[in-house]
């Protein structure tokens, strides 16, 4: 319980002091080469966008992968500023298309109507 607790903020932290660093940013899923193409295919990066596949608040969110701890978890930073831990069956790599397309979005998009250009539109709520 605690300890895991203890861990895990450990982990998310090393994850900030790592994103300023070269270093931490080329780190990989594992010190081996993968065995397979498919887990090759499979392996996160940092920086790689992902999906949150598991059931919860978090489905469907996106963010980019912060770094990956030595079982393959992914530590992302949400598209929302938070940054979490999951477990790598939760959360699936977008391709580099849609990933180039949705950090797009997100970028461009603001809140409400007025896609952050402070001209919103207007819905004349409380007038008579």
């Known amino acids: 319980g605690v300890g895991i607790l203890?861990?895990?903020r450990k982990f998310l932290s090393g994850c900030e002091q790592d994103a300023g660093s070269?270093?931490?940013?080329?780190a990989t899923v594992t010190e081996s080469e993968p065995t397979t193409a498919k887990a090759a295919e499979e392996a996160l990066?940092?920086?790689?966008?992902?999906?949150?596949?598991?059931?919860g608040p978090y489905?469907?969110?996106?963010?980019?992968?912060?770094?990956?701890?030595?079982d393959g978890d992914p530590a992302v930073r949400l598209d929302s500023?938070?940054?979490?831990?999951?477990?790598r069956?939760?959360?699936?790599?977008l391709p580099p298309q849609?990933?180039?397309a949705a950090a797009a979005g997100a970028a461009a998009k603001g809140l409400g109507k007025g896609n952050g250009?402070?001209?919103g539109v207007s819905r004349g709520l409380g007038v008579l």
Do not use: H, P
């Open 81 to 87: 500023g938070e940054a979490k831990l999951f477990y």
């Open 59 to 70: 489905r469907g969110r996106q963010g980019a992968v912060m770094k990956v701890d030595e």
């Open 98 to 100: 849609a990933a180039a």
């Open 22 to 26: 070269v270093g931490g940013a080329e």
């Open 89 to 93: 069956v939760d959360v699936n790599r």
């Open 117 to 119: 250009t402070g001209k």
């Open 6 to 8: 203890q861990d895990a």
């Open 45 to 55: 990066r940092v920086g790689d966008r992902v999906t949150i596949t598991s059931a």
